[in-house]
């Protein structure tokens, strides 16, 4: 009895996200983001870093969007030593620090100037996560210009 019953909320818990999903998908088709025209960003992702950012108008630079989501290094300064080990700030949003990082890693994944970047941070010595987190900040900058812009992605046009 209680198997059957855990089947049936899976059934219907299946059924709600499928549902929730259509609905974000209807309104990504009427929003039309050229965020979308990224390799390796989808309609979940996509709609999720919009749904973060909210109106694009608030930030003036793509540094600001990436203090929003806490991405950007900490400092630290005490008379004359500054540190050389600077973390992420994790001040921000979480939400779209997480999904900005999940869409850097399917970024380079699927789009090679992404995945030559990563790869060249990689081989100065960097962490596989510090490494991402630099390609986050690419990858921001690319999206900040085509929100604002209106246009698609073109890789040799923005990172050349």
């Known amino acids: 009895m209680e198997l059957r019953h855990t089947i049936k909320l899976i059934r219907e818990l299946s059924s709600e996200i499928a549902e929730i999903e259509a609905e974000i998908k209807k309104i990504m088709d009427v929003i039309n983001s050229p965020l979308l ?16 950012i909210g109106d694009l108008s608030r ?3 793509p540094d600001k969007i990436l203090a929003f989501a806490g ?12 540190s050389s080990h600077a973390k992420m700030e ?3 949003s979480r939400y779209l620090r997480w999904a900005l990082l999940n869409a850097a890693a399917y970024v ?11 790869q060249k941070k990689r081989s100065e010595g ?6 991402l987190s630099h390609a ?6 690319v999206l900040y210009h085509l929100e604002t812009t209106g246009e698609t992605y073109r890789p040799t046009a923005i990172l050349s």
Not at 37 to 52: D, F, W
Not at 108 to 118: N, Q, R, S, V
């Open 136 to 141: 986050a900040k690419k990858l921001v900058i």
């Open 37 to 52: 025209s990224m390799p390796g960003i989808g309609q979940n992702l996509g709609a999720m870093i919009i749904a973060e």
């Open 108 to 118: 380079c994944k699927w789009e090679p100037t992404f995945a030559t970047y990563l």
């Open 71 to 82: 991405c950007s290094p900490t400092t630290y300064q005490s008379g004359q030593l500054y």
């Open 126 to 131: 960097k962490h596989y996560y510090v490494a």
């Open 59 to 61: 930030f003036d630079s």
């Open 90 to 92: 994790k001040r921000g």
